[in-house]
């Protein structure tokens, strides 16, 4: 059970493979070495699902279905982040969380996001299904 206000905390280096610069799958992409968009909204992720695991019944996942952040600074790749997650409640389905990115420096992100809890197997199925008709219709 989470309770409105419940955090989940964790530090995490960036390392080179976490940077803007990483992302580019393209030669001619250039992008800084600092650490992705990308990559911090997929940390806060991590911390708010962290956070919702007592939630979980077995077979069960929690997914992200809504962010809005804003990535407000650069953090170097070798430096500490800590991500925060802070629980605000349900509505209907959808769990919502307060996230924020912060280095030595200070905050360097900060947003909502929101996570709905599914079926995994069921999950997997529907994708699959999803593609292979949108796919027959080619």
Do not use: C, N
């Not at 905390?9 to 580019?24: L, M």
């Not at 070798?78 to 389905?93: D, F, H, P, Q």
């Amino acid at each position: 059970m989470i309770v409105a206000d419940q955090q989940h905390t964790f530090d995490y280096k960036v390392e080179a493979e976490d940077s803007a610069k990483a992302v580019a799958f393209d030669r001619k992409d250039r992008f800084p070495e600092v650490l992705a968009t990308a990559r911090m909204i997929g940390l806060m992720e991590i911390a708010s699902a962290r956070l919702m695991e007592s939630l979980l019944k077995p077979g069960q996942l929690s997914v992200g279905v809504g962010v809005d952040v804003v990535h407000q600074a650069a953090t170097p790749v070798g430096e500490t982040i800590t991500l925060t997650s802070t629980y605000k409640g349900l509505t209907g389905k959808l769990h919502s969380f307060e996230v924020e990115a912060a280095d030595a420096g200070g905050v360097v992100g900060r947003g909502v996001h929101s996570r709905a809890i599914i079926d995994a197997q069921r999950l997997q199925s529907s994708a699959a299904k999803r593609v292979a008709e949108g796919k027959a219709k080619q």
